[in-house]
């Protein structure tokens, strides 16, 4: 007898079931974070659904169920041909990582010109609107239009209410909402880009000093399109306490097609900086982006490939200039040797990037697909130069990445699995371009630097990687059967990491007096990298990430969908798990008596630290007394209730939790601030100026002078030990946010809008906050003023940082979207994002010290300076006749508020457990704005950026295009510094804070940048 397919689903929902329960005691982690599409509707009890791709010839069929509910999951985005048989035809086009409802019971609606290799396909563009997540789409035809400083894809995400691209001197970040961007995660056809090591967001990102990179992630011509989700995403995303992207790269189609581009902009091409503007001369500067991309058929409909190329380069001008300061007249530099002397001048920062992306993909039957894919990224820049550091003292910063992905999807009428395999290479580390020893120039006390040549502090120089394999498997079950229709997604995810992270070298940097009577012949002063306690120089951890989740996508009936979901991670960090606090610092803690002030005082540090509050068994590991948290359950839960059941008006909401992760750069410092300390150290001098004098010499922080120590090998022996003690909580927890959302979307005519209020709380970032105590146990001492810097560090030793969670924010936001979509029949389209932001903070959430209270507990929440209180972003695009499209994009918002520490003014008298009078205390201001064409000063930023683009058809399919680019039209200043004051003449606190006119700026001048584009 013939098993009936309600039956087997019936049956197939009991094995979930068991799933589940397995999954639930299996060490296991996340699943891709998918960025294909699954379509799901009605269609004639039993029929065979057919989807097939128009550009590649790619074929998914399933079969409809009793009822006639049906599911197609795993398509990959793009444009299909959809059919159940004879007369049910439509041609629909996909979005990256959407669900969409598709009844082919009925007509086929009105179609939308589409274009797919020169050939217009009329299709329904269909949007998924049955979701709680939220967030929108980024679409091709937007990356292409869109004005656009940077070859950066990330730079369109801000036309998705509550995200903000920010340029900042040519770095480029990504954030959402009041949190920073290394909690948000980048995922390349499911495949998540994460920074591991660094801040960022994504690997690579971080830039040379931590703060953002000029270079790009990914070449702009693989990516197809995609999704910003900025909460209440899906129990798929995983490593994530902030927005999600899920980006989907091109493949070759059916026929060949390449692209070659070519932009350029210069100092010619843009206006002045305030700075330059001050200084009557500007920086000479050339920029140069350029590539191409080629894909095409290797067998028609089976076989496809696609690679593409970007290139970015270009040399930033800087000039070495001595100090204004002078003696007599005469500039210090004279009074220097003449071999440094000639140092000062102009000279070239040249920076290198190449980007490199192949695919091939293969549909060996209409039930599998195979894909293979790699991403490289090779990135070199000289930085150092300029201000009162020569040419010389240039450090090589290298920046590679190479991924490989190979996937393989299966699927059949009941369900779908892939299984992926993943591999990850990256690299950053700044590095000396000579053996020099590096040199610094100094004149007077306190000292003002007069050159930097031949090298940098050793500080300069770290390294950090990420190297590993991964695995996922996951596994679709489509349109199960059970109070309505189910699609049910289970997925686990094995990846095993190397981390590496060296925080300082063993380099040094000698500091020389120079007076009237010219330089000193031997150095006064070195700092240098000092190996300590027999600890690796490199901090090294092979880290395992474990976890799973499940998602169930309930269409309860033709109005109410529910998104149910469930995820658990697990990682183990080696490094930090088995660390053992050094012997001799456990000693120091420890010991009966210890010698501070010159005084023995009759009890043990820990004692003290007791006084004060701290427990220091809770940060001393023993090597066994750590444990990876086991207890990351993370829910997902969200609704979408269609008013009309016609997808016009939608209500949604959500409630769910994310984990984050500690960046290693951070849980290690046990072992590299142990393991490399960099000590000061002083030698005699004829003047004793900045140091000490003749016979002042005592073997421990003075030394006399010896030719051999500028071999810095030869200092190892000289200074004291570790200087710096960091220590962390044992019971560390990863960073989460809890996510709640409510709100409408409708559709209006040809527009698609949203309004949603979402609420964001981020607990559990990390801090270190100053151990250093009296000994009665007291942060502070009084005397003639307050001073929390003078408790004692470990005894002996050096001061105390102790690390534990306690970084709070929270946000609100109401987020106000509506786009008109291109389409070629309209020929213009239009995307409104509005962001209105309530939020505070403890502490700012990249900030990673707070010494100015005894502990983070203490800090008060003030307004976020992470976030501005409203925000817009206006983009269009206009087809207009003689083969031009013009573009546009408007970007307005309030001035960030500035956090910063009030000293002796605001002072809380009852901070700390023995209620002490604060010596400092946070406070926040905002500056006030600008204007904007008309009305009240109201903006700290302000941007209009213009694009136009002519198309000239060649013959054999070649079409060249010429585009103008205008950025900052009318020149405005989004000064990026501020001046602040906290105090009235007359010591009360009254904040005054304002942009520093002279200062730096956000995004750039008014810019104009030229583009020329082939295509075939």
């Known amino acids: 007898m013939k098993t009936s397919l309600h039956f087997k689903k019936k049956l197939l929902a009991s094995l979930i079931t068991a799933s589940v329960t397995a999954l639930a005691v299996a060490p296991t982690v996340s699943w891709s974070q998918t960025a294909n599409a699954t379509l799901r509707g ?16 790619a074929v998914r069929r399933t079969k409809a169920d009793s ?26 086009t996909l979005s990256v990582a959407s669900t969409a409802n598709l009844d082919l019971t009925a007509a086929p609606s009105a179609t939308n010109a589409t274009m797919l290799g020169g050939v217009t396909v009329n299709a329904t563009t269909l949007v ?27 730079e369109f995400a801000d036309t998705v209410p509550g995200m903000v691209f920010v340029n900042n001197g040519g770095k480029t970040s990504i954030q ?22 660094h801040g960022g967001g994504l690997s690579g990102q971080a830039g040379p000093n931590h703060d953002g990179d000029f270079g790009n992630p990914f070449p702009q011509l693989a990516i197809g399109q995609y999704r910003v989700i900025t909460s209440n995403y899906k129990a798929e995303y995983d490593q994530i306490s902030s927005a999600a992207i899920t980006a989907d790269t091109k493949s070759g189609t059916n026929k060949f097609h390449g692209e070659a581009f070519d932009t350029f902009t210069g100092d010619r091409f843009r206006a002045a900086t305030p700075a330059e503007n001050v200084a009557h001369q500007k920086a000479r500067s050339i920029s140069r982006e350029y590539g191409f991309a080629l894909g095409g058929p290797i067998i028609q409909n089976k076989l496809h490939f696609f690679f593409t190329y970007e290139g970015k380069s270009f040399d930033s001008p800087t000039t070495t200039i001595p100090p204004s300061a002078t003696y007599n007249g005469v500039s210090y530099a004279t009074f220097l040797p003449p071999s440094a002397a000639a140092q000062f001048g102009p000279s070239s920062l040249p920076f290198k990037e190449d980007l490199y992306f192949g695919k091939i993909d293969w549909e060996p039957t209409d039930r599998d697909r195979v894909e293979l894919s790699t991403k490289i990224r090779k990135e070199t820049q000289i930085i150092g130069a300029g201000g009162q550091t020569a040419a010389s003292a240039n450090y090589n910063y290298r920046n590679n990445d190479t991924r490989f992905d190979g996937r393989w999807q299966h699927s059949t009428d009941l369900w779908t699995n892939e299984l992926l395999w993943t591999y990850e290479n990256t690299l950053d580390t700044p590095s000396p371009i000579t053996n020099n020893p590096a040199t610094t120039y100094i004149w007077g006390n306190p000292y003002t630097q007069i050159l930097q040549i031949n090298g940098q502090d050793p500080r300069q120089y770290f390294e950090a990687s990420q190297k590993g394999n991964g695995f996922q498997d996951n596994l679709t079950f489509n349109d199960l059967n059970w109070h309505g229709d189910h699609v049910i997604k289970l997925g686990v995810k094995y990846k095993q990491i190397t981390l590496l992270d060296r925080d300082s070298s063993t380099s040094a940097n000698y500091y020389y007096n120079v007076s009237p009577a010219g330089t000193e012949v031997t150095p006064f ?48 960090s080696p490094e930090f798990i088995n660390y053992k606090t050094l012997a001799p610092i456990v000693a120091a803690i420890n010991a009966p008596t210890y010698v501070y002030g010159g005084q023995t005082i009759s009890q043990s540090y820990a004692q003290s630290l007791a006084l004060g509050g701290i427990n220091i068994n809770d940060y001393i590991s023993t090597g066994s007394n750590r444990k990876a948290p086991k207890n990351e359950f993370q829910p997902r839960l969200g609704f979408s209730y269609d008013l009309t059941g016609d997808e016009d008006h939608v209500i949604f909401g959500g409630v769910g939790r994310a984990y984050d992760r500690n960046l290693f750069d951070v849980i290690s410092l046990e072992n590299s601030k142990n393991a490399v300390s960099e000590p000061s150290i002083n030698f005699e001098n004829p003047t004793g100026l900045n140091g000490c004098g003749p016979g002042q010499a005592d073997g421990k922080q003075c030394f006399v002078w010896d030719p051999k120590y500028l071999n810095a090998a030869n200092l190892q022996g000289l200074g004291s030990g570790v200087g710096e003690v960091d220590m962390f909580n044992n019971n560390l927890k990863a960073p989460y946010s809890d996510q709640f959302s409510i709100g409408m979307r409708n559709k209006l005519g040809d527009w698609n809008t949203s309004a949603t209020i979402s609420r964001i709380n981020q607990y559990n970032g990390i801090i270190g906050t100053l151990g250093n105590r009296y000994p009665n146990g007291h942060y502070y001492t009084y005397g003639t003023q307050t001073n929390q810097w003078g408790g004692a560090g470990v005894p002996g030793i050096g001061g105390l940082i102790l690390w534990d969670n306690g970084k709070e924010t929270r946000n609100t936001e109401l987020l106000l979207s509506a786009e008109k979509p291109y389409t070629r029949e309209s020929h213009w389209g239009m995307t409104v994002a509005y962001t209105y932001t309530h939020a505070t903070q403890n502490r700012l959430y990249s900030d990673q010290y707070a010494f100015d209270l005894p502990g983070i507990q203490y800090y008060p929440f003030l307004t976020s300076s992470a976030a501005a209180k409203h925000r817009l972003v206006v983009t269009g695009t206009v087809d207009v006749p003689w083969g031009i499209t013009l573009a546009g994009k408007l970007t307005l918002a309030t001035p960030l508020p500035v956090a910063d520490i009030a000293c002796c003014n605001l002072i809380p008298n009852s901070v700390g457990v023995n209620h002490e009078m604060a010596a400092a205390y946070p406070v926040v201001a905002t500056p006030r704005g600008a204007h904007f064409l008309l009305g009240g000063p109201i903006f700290g930023y302000r941007s209009v950026d213009l694009q136009a683009t002519k ?32 105090s009235s003449p007359s010591g009360q606190y009254q904040p005054s804070v304002m942009y520093n006119p002279v200062g730096n700026i956000l995004g750039v001048p008014r810019t104009v940048k030229l583009t020329a584009d082939i295509k075939f």
């Open 67 to 92: 009822d006639g509910s049906y599911a197609l999951v795993g398509l990959s985005p793009g444009t299909y041909k959809i059919d159940a048989g004879p007369g049910t035809e439509h041609t629909v």
């Open 176 to 197: 959402s909402g009041a949190q920073p961007s290394s909690n948000i995660n980048v995922y390349i056809d499911g495949v998540g880009q994460k920074n591991y090591v």
């Open 525 to 572: 002063q070195v700092v240098f990298g000092k190996v300590n306690s027999g600890l690796p120089l490199t901090a090294v951890s092979k880290n395992m990430q474990f976890g799973a989740y499940i998602q169930d996508d309930w269409a309860v009936n033709d109005k109410l969908t529910l998104n149910l979901g469930m995820r658990w991670d697990y990682e183990k």
């Open 128 to 154: 998924g609107v049955n979701t709680s997540q939220v967030g929108n789409v980024v679409s091709l035809h937007q990356i292409n239009t869109t004005p656009q400083l940077t070859r950066n894809f990330l």
């Open 951 to 982: 198309n000239f058809a060649l013959s054999h399919g070649l079409v060249f295009s010429m585009r103008l680019d205008i950025f900052n039209l009318f020149n405005f200043h989004n000064y990026s510094n501020t001046i602040n004051s906290w």
């Open 42 to 57: 009605k269609a004639p009890a039993g029929a065979v659904i057919t989807a097939r791709e128009i550009a590649t010839g």
